[in-house]
């Protein structure tokens, strides 16, 4: 029989109200049932969102130093439970060990990060225009905050929006992504166990459609945050804009390396090949092109095809192996049409192109890394973001024409320039259209003390992570304090 997981409300656990429930199965094998979670709906969003609004009367009057006290006992508690927490993880999305620990490890960064903004939180005094008159800005909590998030990195996003919004004084309802409740679920009764107390935090499980659309439109929740696809964030967007609501978007990228002809290209490759195939692609941060110089482009794709033909695929529990598996079997067809997209587009496929079903794969959603390359910059491939272990070769000519390519996508989250010649590196800096840029680094590596997201489609201008998160989790308010015992007007007071 296999386990049974519950939704968090109120400090309780418990079925959905309908009594449904749905499964959760390990990618890398299909055969291995990991559980099964509640199919949430309407009726249990509202019961959390109730019990959320109660709870914020309490928790937004906590002094931000002790909600900081105990997001540094969460970060504790999480350090404990790393492996397991990874573990968790690599069993129920796929990716490798190494990388899911990696993935805990920014929910640790993250927890202490946040953990010491509890004593800042700051604010500004300043001078005000009439005598005897006080004026300074503060932050203020919000409310009930929905988070919705994606499976890709099933630990780290939930921390990234779920400790901002804590610190701030919001309480919370937390819906993971249907492909990894299990984390989430483990995730929850680390905060218990750290002392959050009920009501603050409250999780509810089922899908998008259901249980995410249902809190999107819910009166009472103030602010969504989502991380997830460009086509979920622009609904989301829309029936937030009919309610007014504060919104926060993370969404897709088609992320882009140059490499010049100056480039050290063993470095370059080696963060082509982290970049495109980590994760098995599945990252809003991966390496999807490869816009390369054409002096070099012969020699760095000779190497890229013969190193990645050597990463050894598989379950990613298995310490020995560099990719895992895709997320499903929707995510497996969506890259197999897209292969096709690339050749009828008349793209060269070099390598891969396949699902990968060698010895124990055959029950999992495996893929081959896969390269493109005579990829020009307006074919679909090079537009589009396809989330699996594809990478397209764009050849270049110039510096100029380089940034014209990476910059002509709808996205712009993040990229990368390898180079020796300081003054393009600069030049990059400044011109290339992301929110994220690495100078001699991959697309991949961001830190949580830096603002995180993106330009153009990849959101709507909010940055997670930072000291900019705080501005998604609060609101300014203004304050002045007349302490001249008489009518004073302003503008009026001050006229000539
Ligand atoms: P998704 O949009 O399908 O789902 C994300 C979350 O939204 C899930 O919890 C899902 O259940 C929920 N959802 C689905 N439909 C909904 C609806 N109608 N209303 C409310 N909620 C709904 O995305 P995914 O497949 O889980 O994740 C992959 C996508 O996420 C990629 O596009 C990737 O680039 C993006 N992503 C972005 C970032 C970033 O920070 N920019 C980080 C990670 C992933």
New binding site residues.
């Given amino acids: 029989m296999a386990d049974q997981f519950k939704n968090h409300i109120d400090g309780k656990w418990l079925a959905a109200s309908s009594g449904k429930t749905f499964e959760n199965r390990n990618p890398a094998n299909r055969d291995d049932l990991i559980g099964h979670f509640p199919a949430s709906d309407t009726a249990d969003v509202d019961a959390a969102v109730e019990v959320a609004k109660k709870a914020f009367a309490g928790w937004r009057l906590v002094p931000a130093p002790k909600r900081g006290e105990l997001l540094y006992r969460v970060g504790e508690i999480l350090k404990k439970y790393k492996e397991d927490l990874a573990r968790i993880e690599t069993r129920e999305m796929g990716k490798i060990l190494k990388e899911t620990r990696g993935d805990v490890q920014e929910g640790i960064d993250c927890a202490f990060y946040v953990a010491g903004e509890g004593r800042r939180l700051f604010g500004e005094t300043t001078p005000a225009e009439l005598p005897n008159k006080f004026a300074m800005s503060v932050r203020a909590p919000i409310g009930v905050c929905a988070l919705?998030?994606?499976?890709?990195?099933p630990l780290a996003?939930p921390t990234w929006k779920l400790f901002p919004a804590l610190i701030c004084g919001n309480t919370v309802i937390l819906?993971?992504?249907?492909d990894t409740p299990q984390t989430a679920g483990r995730f929850v009764e680390i905060l218990n166990e750290a002392g959050v107390p009920a009501g603050v935090v409250n999780l509810v499980h089922g899908?998008?459609?259901d249980v995410?659309?249902a809190?999107?439109r819910h009166r009472g929740v103030q602010l969504v945050s989502?991380?997830?696809?460009?086509?979920?964030?622009r609904?989301?967007a829309s029936v937030c804009g009919q309610h007014l609501k504060r919104v926060s978007l993370?969404?897709?990228?088609k992320n882009g390396q140059i490499v010049m002809e100056d480039a050290d290209l063993d470095l370059a490759v080696e963060g082509a090949l982290w970049g495109a195939f980590g994760t098995t692609g599945q990252?809003?941060t991966a390496t999807s092109r490869l816009i390369v110089h054409r002096d070099v482009s012969k020699k760095i794709t000779d190497i890229l095809v013969a190193r990645a033909q050597k990463i050894k695929i598989g379950d990613g529990l298995d310490e020995s192996v560099e990719m895992g598996p895709l997320i499903n079997q929707a995510a497996r067809e969506k890259v197999l049409r897209y292969i096709e997209v690339g050749k009828q587009e008349g793209a060269r496929l070099l390598i891969g192109g396949s699902i990968y079903v060698a010895g124990s794969c055959a029950n999992g959603y495996f893929f081959q890394p896969t390269i493109f390359d005579q990829v020009k910059p307006n074919m679909r491939i090079a537009q589009e973001?396809i989330?699996g272990p594809v990478l397209s070769i764009i050849e270049i000519n110039s510096f100029e024409e380089a940034i014209d390519v990476l910059n002509g996508t709808r996205y712009g989250?993040s990229s990368s320039i390898y180079t020796r010649d300081v003054g393009r590196a600069f030049r990059a800096m400044r011109d290339i259209e992301a929110g994220i840029t690495y100078i001699n680094g991959p697309t991949i590596g961001a830190e949580v003390h830096l603002p995180?997201?993106?330009v153009k489609d990849?959101?709507n201008g909010h940055r997670?992570a930072g000291t900019t998160v705080y501005d998604i989790f609060t609101e300014w308010k203004s304050i002045y304090v007349d302490y001249s015992g008489k009518l004073q007007k302003a503008q009026i007071d001050n006229a000539e």
């Fill in positions: 919705i998030t994606p499976w890709n990195f996003i819906k993971p992504a249907e899908r998008g459609e995410g659309a809190l999107v989502f991380t997830g696809s460009a086509a979920v964030g609904e989301i993370e969404l897709g990228g990252r809003c973001e989330f989250l995180f997201g993106g990849t959101g997670e």
